[in-house]
């Protein structure tokens, strides 16, 4: 063995014991670095494909600025929140694998479910169960809530179908003077749920009604529907449905030529409803709880401008469509948010009564005072409802 080759031997010998003592450096700095960058993950699941999808993306951009404002404040209990997310593709079972993965995988704090109502109640059984908070940034069936759990962990910063419901009829009411309304309603839960909401409201004002007609997501002609309500002498269309069967309700109308004025539920709003709807989409009157155009107000303005800054395919305020989703998950992030501050921990019980110990706070949609009780899990009402349509694409106030 020469000079040269006994030095490199021990140069490399040198090498891995660097090396090695690096490795021990390292693993007895992960601990340290692990705890550092530790996260509240925060869990979604909505519709992030297909008609809908637009609403999941309204969901997501109203969560994700409401968490970089969080965490340029500090984070939560000094820890900054993450963001998961899951798409449910519109299916039931879907989203109930999806809320287990997060729950039981990933471990998230507190699940937001998105759109479809129909996914939310599989979950709901589900979070029950097991404890863990879920929050309804869109879904408006009545018995997402109230589900009749002891303890109940779902909590909501949406529209509320009974009392969406009694806003419908009284539009019909008052604006359109309609003494026979019509009904048509998607085929599922939260048609259910819309069903017995109007015809407890169309009681409450003692009028009766030309007929309920259901529909179905895959249908593309509902004209024998609507026929046979324009034979009963409907007056009115009072329309619960998400953006695929209320365009498919509204080229029918066109195709019969009945003009006949349409109150509908918020389900337009979460996607291309004016595009598909044909030239009859404009004239849909939808209930809402927020609307980035119009006069804003301070907070509006800030919020606006934060969702220019991170995402800049927003350009002007018909760009944010739909607004309501991005309203209500912006402010249930913020409530969240403040739950677990008052929690003081990531326990699914103790977040759930931290959402009662919340006093105010200066939302999107309006100024939240004691939001959540008890008795009451559901943080809008009907004072934060406005109806809107659209115009040339974007979600408009009616005068």
């Not at 031997?9 to 705890?35: D, K």
């Not at 759109?115 to 169960?129: D, M, R, W």
């Not at 863990?132 to 997402?144: D, K, L």
């Not at 839960?189 to 179905?216: D, V």
């Given at each position: 063995?020469?000079l040269?080759?006994?030095?490199?031997l021990?140069?490399?010998?040198a090498?891995?014991v660097?090396?090695?003592a690096?490795?021990?450096?390292?693993?007895?700095?992960?601990?340290?670095?692990?705890?550092a960058?530790?996260?509240?993950?925060?869990g979604?699941?909505?519709?992030?494909?297909?008609?809908?999808?637009?609403?999941g993306?309204a969901?997501?951009?109203?969560?994700t600025?409401a968490?970089?404002?969080?965490n340029?404040?500090?984070?939560?209990?000094g820890?900054?929140?993450?963001?998961?997310r899951?798409?449910?593709?519109?299916?039931?079972?879907?989203?109930?694998?999806?809320?287990?993965e997060?729950?039981?995988?990933?471990?998230v704090a507190?699940?937001?479910?998105g759109?479809?109502?129909?996914?939310?109640?599989?979950?709901?059984?589900?979070?029950?169960?097991?404890?863990r908070?879920?929050m309804?940034?869109w879904?408006?069936?009545?018995?997402i809530?109230?589900?009749g759990?002891?303890?109940?962990?779902?909590?909501r910063?949406?529209a509320?179908?009974?009392?969406v419901?009694?806003?419908?009829v009284d539009r019909a009411?008052?604006?359109?003077?309609?003494?026979?309304p019509g009904?048509v309603?998607?085929n599922?839960p939260w048609?259910?749920?819309?069903e017995?909401g109007?015809?407890?409201?169309?009681e409450?004002k003692?009028?009766?009604?030309?007929?309920?007609?259901?529909?179905e997501?895959?249908?593309?002609?509902v004209?024998?529907?609507l026929?046979r309500?324009?034979?009963?002498g409907?007056?009115?269309?009072?329309?619960?449905?998400?953006v695929?069967?209320?365009?498919?309700?509204?080229?029918?109308?066109?195709?019969?030529?009945?003009n006949?004025?349409v109150v509908?539920?918020?389900?337009?709003?979460g996607g291309?409803?004016?595009?598909?709807g044909?030239?009859?989409?404009?004239?849909?009157?939808?209930?809402?709880?927020f609307?980035?155009?119009?006069?804003q107000?301070?907070?509006g303005?800030?919020v606006l401008?934060?969702l220019q800054n991170?995402?800049p395919?927003?350009?002007?305020?018909?760009d944010?469509?739909?607004?309501?989703?991005?309203?209500?998950?912006?402010?249930?992030?913020?409530?969240?948010a403040?739950?677990?501050?008052?929690?003081?921990?990531?326990?699914?019980?103790?977040?759930?009564e931290g959402y009662?110990?919340?006093?105010?706070?200066?939302g999107?949609?309006?100024?939240y005072?004691?939001?959540?009780?008890?008795?009451?899990?559901?943080?809008?009402g009907?004072?934060?409802y406005?109806f809107?349509n659209?115009?040339?694409?974007?979600?408009?106030p009616?005068?």
């Amino acid at each position: 063995m020469n000079l040269n080759t006994r030095y490199t031997l021990r140069h490399l010998a040198a090498r891995e014991v660097i090396a090695a003592a690096g490795v021990m450096i390292l693993s007895l700095l992960a601990p340290i670095q692990a705890s550092a960058q530790e996260t509240i993950k925060i869990g979604l699941i909505a519709s992030l494909s297909g008609p809908s999808s637009k609403s999941g993306e309204a969901i997501t951009r109203g969560m994700t600025l409401a968490i970089e404002e969080i965490n340029a404040e500090g984070g939560v209990l000094g820890k900054p929140l993450e963001l998961l997310r899951r798409d449910d593709e519109n299916n039931p079972g879907k989203g109930l694998t999806a809320a287990r993965e997060l729950i039981q995988r990933e471990k998230v704090a507190v699940l937001f479910g998105g759109l479809q109502t129909p996914v939310s109640l599989a979950i709901v059984p589900y979070v029950n169960q097991v404890k863990r908070p879920f929050m309804g940034p869109w879904a408006a069936g009545t018995p997402i809530t109230q589900n009749g759990a002891d303890p109940n962990f779902v909590f909501r910063v949406s529209a509320v179908d009974e009392l969406v419901d009694v806003a419908l009829v009284d539009r019909a009411v008052t604006v359109h003077g309609s003494k026979n309304p019509g009904l048509v309603l998607i085929n599922n839960p939260w048609g259910e749920s819309n069903e017995r909401g109007l015809l407890a409201a169309l009681e409450s004002k003692g009028l009766p009604h030309a007929g309920i007609e259901k529909i179905e997501a895959s249908d593309v002609d509902v004209v024998p529907q609507l026929t046979r309500l324009r034979e009963a002498g409907a007056d009115t269309l009072f329309m619960v449905a998400n953006v695929g069967p209320s365009a498919q309700v509204m080229k029918s109308l066109e195709r019969m030529d009945w003009n006949v004025p349409v109150v509908s539920h918020w389900g337009p709003a979460g996607g291309r409803f004016s595009e598909l709807g044909g030239p009859r989409a404009e004239t849909v009157e939808m209930i809402q709880t927020f609307t980035f155009s119009g006069t804003q107000t301070e907070k509006g303005e800030a919020v606006l401008a934060g969702l220019q800054n991170l995402f800049p395919e927003i350009e002007t305020a018909a760009d944010v469509t739909p607004a309501v989703g991005i309203a209500n998950a912006y402010d249930a992030m913020h409530l969240t948010a403040l739950a677990i501050e008052n929690a003081g921990s990531t326990a699914g019980e103790a977040i759930r009564e931290g959402y009662y110990a919340i006093e105010s706070y200066d939302g999107l949609v309006k100024r939240y005072q004691q939001p959540f009780t008890p008795d009451n899990h559901d943080a809008l009402g009907p004072d934060d409802y406005v109806f809107t349509n659209f115009v040339a694409g974007e979600i408009i106030p009616i005068d």
